[in-house]
């Protein structure tokens, strides 16, 4: 999607007029359905002129060609100005400038990250030329016009208000091979700019180029794949065993031969392999299909992408280019032969989170021929939820689709103990099941009184190789602390207090040894798995010795957007808050120990708790 193209002349007359950012504010409405938001108004407002400086003073052709707010699909990225044109040699070359208006006075550095505050607070940035790189090489691995050869991307920076102070950051030593590929050009190097720009489309003729790159197919280039395929090789993680190796032959087969549009749905609870099988139908279906593997969680995609390639940094990992969240399939056409959806049960209905489209299910199968949502209606956490298998398969038929259903049922978590998983459920009170008095195998559980002890011994796990994490329900607030600083999960009873894990690498805490000091909440550790988890009950989870119930206290539940229009519906509110124990009591594989706040609570949970666990 692009919300401005024309030729250079086109953009420096509307700039000229004054019009440049109505043109781009009325086209914004039209393509995403809703209004611009001030500080992207001010950004067309100043940096569009400057640009309209830089282009008359380079003097390149102006029937180059201009794109503004290139949105590359079907990802949500937008590229804030590319300009096109051919290069003495003829080559076709298609120009990414990452425009910003920071200053070195409103600018900081912290652990690589560029701290920038504005009026409105203040925002966390990588560098502005690494930005602009990482668009070069989504395309050029994903876009066939640009892998194929026909056009060539660069890419550079523009921070036009910026003046370098002694020792800057932003030319740092660590960024010196950053900004040999993808320079950095800042206020009163407008000459270098206009060198730059001279040198790749100083023959003009730019209009066709974008019109080649727009309409560029997007798949994985072989490279790619071949990369991936290299990644998952070997890699025990991702192995197929038994059922799974059965789901993912059915999945495939129904890929290959479908001629109509068709939806999957693989059902399966936790610890049956989900993600096992999304990740090598993905590898296996980018050969030949456009395919995308979409997932709501951040945490969740990151993980998976770093336990594909764990050496290198998530900005550098080739295989994050497969994989994008949920967000961003709104008000496209079936532009993907496939999309993998997993975790599928935390897709967002209309207007969550400000989510602009029809919901997440119906968008993610309208902009695809086929698509695969791996779901567990028992890991919904939140009202908003929408991804049951139920609505799933309304929604398929509603878009007519056809629907397969393919079920995964053998436990591969939890040590193989299907019987455990049926005692939480049981026990829970989420459901009644036939076996819940024990469960045979190696899978460990116990039932601590001082929270400290707890994390003693997950600690102490963690000393010894194993990958342990502390966890705990969400009935703590947390603090607007960006580095985990603030002990938020309080117990004072037990003189025990913790931190939730960094706001500011949240979607790294589950694979940092550093970061095994922290608490995870259902956020940042649904989909994954550990060897040991230590959970803490807090008090948004209650037992009453006169009913007998399990119920959830909404008071003690502090996640808002979780209990949202569920004050005067205790018995759903209660179902999501036991849901969401069940998810984290399921992140080990070896093990779960517990610390349960509620006396009455544990009084119960220790008097169901099997002899010999």
Not at 211 to 223: L, N
Request: aromatic content about 10%.
């Amino acid at each position: 999607m692009i919300i401005y193209q024309n030729d250079a002349s086109s953009f420096l007359t509307s700039v000229d007029d004054n019009t440049i950012s109505d043109e781009i504010t009325d086209n914004f409405r039209k393509t995403f359905g809703r209004r611009a938001n001030g500080s992207e108004q001010r950004a067309w407002d100043n940096s569009l002129q400057r640009m309209s400086g830089v282009i008359r003073s380079s003097k390149v052709p102006l029937d180059c060609g201009v794109m503004i707010e290139y949105c590359i699909n079907p990802t949500n990225l937008r590229i804030d100005f590319v300009i096109a044109g051919h290069d003495e040699n003829g080559d076709k070359n298609f120009v990414i400038i990452e425009l910003k208006q920071w200053s070195s006075q409103n600018v900081s550095f912290i652990d690589g990250v560029f701290v920038v505050k504005y009026s409105s607070g203040r925002g966390e940035s990588i560098h502005p030329s690494e930005q602009a790189q990482g668009y070069k090489e989504y395309l050029t691995d994903m876009n066939e016009t640009v892998y194929n050869g026909n056009v060539h991307v660069e890419s550079c920076s523009y921070l036009h208000n910026y003046k370098p102070v002694s020792n800057d950051p932003l030319f740092g030593k660590e960024y010196e091979k950053l900004l040999l590929d993808t320079p950095a050009f800042v206020r009163g190097e407008e000459n270098m700019l206009n060198e730059f720009l001279r040198k790749y489309v100083g023959k003009g003729a730019g209009r066709e180029i974008l019109f080649e790159v727009e309409h560029g197919k997007i798949r994985p280039s072989k490279k790619l794949v071949n990369y991936i395929n290299r990644l998952i090789a070997g890699n025990k993680v991702y192995t197929l065993l038994d059922k799974q190796a059965i789901a993912y032959a059915n999945m495939i087969y129904a890929v290959q031969k479908s001629t109509k549009k068709t939806a999957i749905i693989v059902n399966g609870g936790p610890g049956t392999g989900k993600s096992v099988v999304a990740v090598n139908a993905l590898v296996a279906l980018a050969e030949k299909y456009n395919v995308r593997y979409a997932t709501p969680n951040e945490a969740f995609r990151t993980a998976i992408i770093k336990s594909l390639d764990p050496k290198l940094k998530i900005g550098e990992n080739k295989a994050r280019f497969l994989f994008s969240g949920t967000g961003i399939f709104s008000g496209r056409k079936e532009d993907l032969d496939v999309i993998i959806v997993d975790e599928a049960h935390r897709l967002k209905s209309k207007g969550a989170y400000h989510y602009y489209g029809e919901g997440q299910v119906e968008d993610v199968i309208r902009s695809s021929r086929v698509s695969i949502f791996f779901v567990d209606d028992q890991q919904r956490i939140r009202p908003n939820d929408e991804g049951t298998r139920q609505f799933i398969k309304d929604t398929a038929i509603k878009c007519g689709c056809e629907i397969k259903e393919i079920q995964l049922d053998v436990q591969f978590r939890c040590s193989g103990a299907d019987g455990y998983i049926n005692w939480l459920d049981h026990t829970l009170q989420i459901q009644d099941t036939a076996n819940y008095d024990g469960w045979d195998g190696d899978f460990r559980f116990g039932i601590i009184d001082d929270p400290n002890e707890l994390y003693a011994k997950i600690s102490k796990m963690n000393e010894e190789g194993q990958k342990a994490r502390m966890l705990a329900g969400f009935a703590w607030k947390w603090s607007e602390d960006q580095n985990a600083n603030v002990d938020d999960v309080s117990i004072p009873e037990c003189n025990f207090s913790m931190p939730w894990n960094s706001h500011k690498h949240r979607e790294e805490w589950a694979i940092r040894d550093d970061m095994a000091g922290q608490i995870g909440c259902i956020h940042t550790s649904q989909g994954l798995e550990f060897d040991y988890v230590g959970v803490i009950v807090g008090n948004d989870l209650k037992y009453d010795p006169a009913t007998g119930k399990v119920y959830a206290s909404y008071n003690e539940y502090k996640d808002t957007g979780g209990k949202k229009g569920l004050k005067n519906d205790p018995e759903r509110l209660s179902l999501f808050v036991k849901q969401i124990y069940k998810v984290l009591m399921t992140r080990g594989m070896k093990g779960c120990y517990i610390y349960v706040r509620d006396p009455d609570l544990r009084d119960y949970l220790k008097s169901r708790q099997p002899k010999n666990p």
